[in-house]
């Protein structure tokens, strides 16, 4: 049987007979191009093609659009930070500029006060021109009255005068310490250890300076011809000394510079004014080269000092077990006068200066020290104190007494430093026994 309208035979199979027994049959090829729906099929998947196109070109601008709109979100809220950073930062400086004006307003405050106290200056000045003038009118008559008497009584008053007037010095001369004040900074120079000096028995005309920088290997004594000179660094001359000194504790008296030898307990005798060495001699049993030094070390094992009575040696000797040992000496021939046992160990004492032949030990010579101890040579008896003073620059490494100028030398960490000192005096009168 032949297949239907609008299909043919695809294949068949046959028994041995010839017989049909499978017959496969399919639709015409060009039936489906003429099929209607075939046709609306294409169509349809034509349609599709394009609106798949139409997505993906709508779906590229989307991603880029988003893009877009992802960098603009970020650059929104970058304005929006920088916005309240503005806001912020207005309010900081309006509140930075109300403080600095309160500031300014709290350092004129001050100011009104001593406003007040200038419209009072001014009127004590104007007090004191008128004063001046009364005075000058008051000297004009003192004048002429003088002129008055005949010039040799004038002479004999004035020396009368002056003979009083160093009677009565010479009995304020020596006195009890009671306090250091101070320090006045003269000038910063050289190492951090060191020793600078003026002569106690110099003339009041002579106001040399001697400096002499670090506690080892050294042997050059620069000199100034004031203290002028000396703060600004106006060098007059300078001394080479023979051999160098061991610490910071040296002393000039009455022209001459004593010190310690290097490495000895040798004691030198340097002249000034001739430049050689004068006379130089031990001190029996004292230790030295950082045996017996102070505190701080620096080979400040013999300390070398001067008062109103005269040029002293501070050591100490395995004799006294360490303790120090003062010694009065003979300025022209360093021999000793005479000699006091303390039981101050040298190894504890920070500095020691001696005033009116009383030995003041500091503790320390570090920031807190103060006069801890004290040692009577009239006596020969000790006492403790408790009188502080201003280590300023954290380290001293020389301390030492001037009779003339009634103050301490010191050499702070650098710095040279000048202390007062106030003394409790008791004054004899010719009544007295």
Partial sequence: TGPKEGWQVYSSAQD???????????????????????????QLLEKVQNMSQSIEVLNLRTQR???????????????????????????????????????????????????EQYKTDSQLISQFKDEIRNLSLVLLAIQEEIGAYDYEELQQRVLHLESRLRNCMSKLTCGKLMKISGPVTVKTSGTRFGAWMTDPQASPTNNRVWCMDSYTNNKIVKEYKSIADFVSGAESRAYNLPFKWAGTNHVVYNGSLYYNKIQSNIVVRYSFDTGRVVTQRALENAGFHNVYPYTWGGFSDIDLMADELGLW??????????????????????????????????????????ICGTLYITNSHLTGAKVYYSYSTKTSSYEYTDIPFHNQYFHMSMLDYNARDRALY????????????????????????
């Fill in 313 to 354: 040696a501070i050591y100490a000797t395995n004799q006294n077990a360490g303790n120090i040992v003062i010694s009065q000496l003979n300025p022209e021939t360093l021999q000793i006068i005479a000699t006091w046992n303390t039981e101050y160990s040298k190894r504890n004492a920070g500095e020691s200066f001696m």
């Fill in 65 to 115: 659009d988003f893009q877009y709109i992802m960098r603009m979100e970020g650059q929104f809220k970058g304005l929006r930070s920088k916005f309240r950073q503005i806001e912020a930062d207005r309010r900081t400086q309006v509140n930075r500029n109300i403080q600095e004006l309160k500031g300014k307003m709290e350092a004129l405050q001050p100011l009104i006060p001593v406003l």
């Fill in 410 to 433: 010191g050499w702070n960490n650098g710095h040279q430093v000048l202390f007062n000192v106030t003394l409790f005096h008791i004054i004899k009168t010719e009544d007295d026994s």
């Fill in 16 to 42: 041995p007979d010839g017989r049909c027994i499978c017959t496969v049959v399919a639709p015409e090829q060009n039936l489906c191009s003429r099929d209607a729906k075939g046709r609306h099929l294409r």
